[in-house]
Nanobody, 120 residues
Framework: QVQLVESGGGLVQAGGSLRLSCAAS????????MGWYRQAPGKQRELVAD???????NYADSVKGRFTISRDNAKNTVALQMNSLKPEDTAVYYC??????????????WGQGTQVSVSS
């Protein structure tokens, strides 16, 4: 069984910074893509950023230049450094691990979510 545990959410003023972390645990051989999605009240879940095992990154246009995603393949962790936060960044942020290879069939896994709130 694979579990993703997120940490680092909280309340911050506009212009501030937060760092989200996520650790995947279990009998994991490899993870294809790790990333972060977010869902604001009344809106659909959207991709924030993701990163492949080779280090290729992908960002939503709304966060480019402000957020940085990083990953440690050896530790199966992914982090999201969020700078210059805006009130519109307020959402529940979810960690995701895709194409996770274990002793079972490969699959995708999600964390429980962590709240990020940005006040104006």
């Amino acid at each position: 069984q694979v579990q993703l545990v997120e940490s680092g959410g909280g309340l911050v003023q506009a212009g501030g910074s937060l760092r989200l972390s996520c650790a995947a645990s279990g009998r994991i051989f490899s993870i294809g893509v790790m990333g972060w999605y977010r869902q604001a009240p009344g809106k659909q879940r959207e991709l924030v950023a993701d990163i492949t095992s080779g280090g290729s990154t992908n960002y939503a246009d709304s966060v480019k230049g402000r957020f940085t995603i990083s990953r440690d393949n050896a530790k199966n962790t992914v982090a999201l450094q969020m700078n210059s936060l805006k009130p519109e960044d307020t959402a529940v942020y979810y960690c995701v691990a895709k194409s996770v290879f274990t002793t079972s069939s490969p699959g995708d896994y999600w964390g429980q979510g962590t709240q990020v709130s940005v006040s104006s």
